[in-house]
């Protein structure tokens, strides 16, 4: 610990200024919820992508949520969205950070899979950068091990 | 009014843990600079005085917030002795987040009031909650190599006789 | 001094250490909706929407955009607040100004933590400014732990007394619904047993770390005559704020410094033609993060005499039954959801001037109550409520 919390100080080479150089470490621990635990529980268990639906405004949100942003209504109507989807639009990441799932380059896509009203962001392989085109369509490829995370879903690919 | 409702049989949750340190970088700008150029140079406390109200500034600024004006250049080199006012220290390990770890420095602490009368949070060497009681007078015990980071020059207040 | 507001509106949720079945968004939209049964309002007739949290709990940035929609605020107004510790209080000031301007018929504000996301502590610790305060700060418990022994020394308080403070808080937890430590303690002994946490401080001396929030719906003049019978009016906020402490954050054990809450309190009660705050005012929910706190509280907030507010517990004064009950809630000592609480010391007092607190209603008749808040570094904001103006 003492070396991945060690300090620098920086004094400025034309005035009696210091930076320092330091770290903060206090760990986080993020509750999915009920509902949120669900979605990601039918990802490891069922590599089954869920959404909830809201029938007064006829959206289906994914990942599943607990409300209806429009009409402030509480969700509790589950159903299985597509594992195929079309892609609304895409990037690359070059650069690293210290928080990427895997090293960059990473391409991100947003996709609306089909029976969702929403886009799902995630990550695009086994394609080169060059042919993504908006409206391809795509399929998601799930990790053979999976632990109840959205990375349960390795990525999505092209749609032959 | 909300109810509660309750599960027929036990739920699984989902947790998400995010455990990474996070790099930051701090400047100290010019006034608290020459406060770490003297204590990393000459083991040595300054500060500055404002020059309307004259009352010490500490810890040194660029300005005196309660007379509305810029606190400017009188500094003052102050004595590294004092005279505890309170002190308390850990008995149930705290996180401390600059170290990433539980009681990460085991000193009690104590606010400490300079003799020039600036008061200062810092540790005190005395460990044994008896002796606690009766230190008075302190002074500081300076880091002989690795100074650089102002007040953390200081390792601790030892109790002196006076 | 603008146009009249009322709360017209109150929720919370029943405030826990752990919220495993439910995330952040999740645990506020309870608050959300349970204000908005409460005043029987829908979501969309809410016109601007404030939240407040201690962000670097949670390390969530910007959660008022997370939470946009559970929060009812989809496509309004609104403002997070932060004013530190009292962010909760602030933020009830907000929609009050927001309301009492005219430009806004109604608002609902919110204070939220989900302290089982992070270390609050840590957090409180990670505030002090690098290298400066590195590894010498406790947080704010080591503040209020010196804050305890400095009170000790001066006013002769024993710490049975603060024992019977934390008695008093648990018998209020025990008979609100939404409190999170109801503990059933019966006797002082109990509570001097518990182990130190920072000398002299004691684990039963100190609040919790509680995960909940709290809503509240303000309503102009008009509209809140048309919405409820019991309408609770806002008479005054005053906020009074200044830098830290110049001996620490919290505590000021060097008995030098001039704190807040006094100059609070003055404004407050010359502001209202208070001249005895225990008989003009009714009750009073305070921000005590410990017993010790609380007793000093009385003294700053014009309760008692200066090293008397000891003397009030051994009286019983401020009992649920006493002629001036403070913190018949179970106060902070029992539920801390560190940016709720403010907002819940004013829930709570709405609550009893509306007669609505149940088992925890005091005797004495409620038609003034008085809430505050207290932040580090040393700053009050006092909430005065009235049944009608």
Known sequence: ?160 | ?162 | MGNRVAIVGIGQTYHKSNRKDVNMQEMVGEAVRAALADAQMKAKDVEAVFTANMETFENIFLPDELMADEMAAFMKPGLKVGTGGTSGASVVEEGFHFVASGLFDTAMVIGFEKQDCGDTTAAITAAVTPVWGKGVATGAIGEFAKQALTYMEKTGAKEEHAAMVRLKADKGACRNPYAHLKLGLKTVKEVLDSGYLVWPLRLLDFCPQSCGACALILASEHKAKKLTKKPVWIADVVTVHQEPFRAGSFGDPTGTEEYTQDIAAERLYKRNGITNPIKDICMAEIYEPSNWEEMSHYEHLHFCPKNEGWKMVEKGITEMEGAFPVNPSGGVLATNPIGATPTIRVAEAALQVRGDAGEHQVTRDVHTALATALGGPNWTVMTLLKRSL
């Open chain 2, 1 to 162: 009014m909300t109810t509660e409702k309750k599960a027929d049989k036990k739920p699984e949750y989902i947790k998400v843990e995010i455990a990474k340190p996070r790099a930051y970088r701090w400047s100290t700008g010019k006034y608290l600079g020459k406060l770490y150029k003297e204590a990393m140079e000459k083991k040595r406390l300054v500060t500055n005085r404002c020059p309307k109200c004259k009352q010490l500034l500490w810890p040194p600024s660029a300005v005196c917030g309660r007379c509305n004006v810029e606190a400017g250049e009188d500094w003052v080199e102050m004595n590294d002795k004092g005279t505890v006012i309170q002190y308390t220290y850990l008995v149930f390990p705290l996180w401390d987040p600059h170290y990433g770890d539980r009681l990460a420095n085991p000193y009690p602490t104590a606010t400490i009031k300079l003799d020039e009368g600036v008061f200062l949070v810092h540790f005190l060497e005395e460990k044994d909650p008896e002796k606690l009681k009766k230190v008075k007078r302190v002074q500081a015990v300076w880091k002989e190599e690795g100074r650089g980071r102002g007040l953390a020059d200081i390792l601790y207040f030892r109790t002196i006789d006076e």
């Open chain 1, 1 to 160: 610990m003492a070396e991945l919390m060690a300090d620098r100080v920086e004094k400025l080479k034309d005035a009696d200024v210091f930076v320092y150089h330091g770290k903060i470490f206090i760990p986080n621990t993020y509750t999915a919820g009920a509902v949120g635990s669900r979605f990601l529980i039918e990802l490891r268990d069922h590599k089954k992508i869920m959404g909830t639906r809201c029938p007064t405004c006829d959206k289906v949100y994914v990942p599943a949520r607990s409300i209806c942003k429009y009409c402030f209504a509480q969700l509790d109507q589950w159903e299985e969205v597509s594992d195929k989807g079309t892609l609304l639009t895409y990037t690359v990441a070059g650069q690293s950070n210290g928080v990427q799932p895997v090293a960059p380059p990473i391409i991100y896509g947003i996709i609306q899979l089909d029976g969702a009203s929403t886009g799902l962001v995630h990550m695009l392989s086994e394609v080169d950068f060059e042919k993504l085109v908006i409206g391809m369509r795509v399929k998601a490829v799930f990790r053979e091990k999976r632990v109840g995370s959205i990375l349960d879903i390795k990525y999505f690919k092209p749609l032959a």
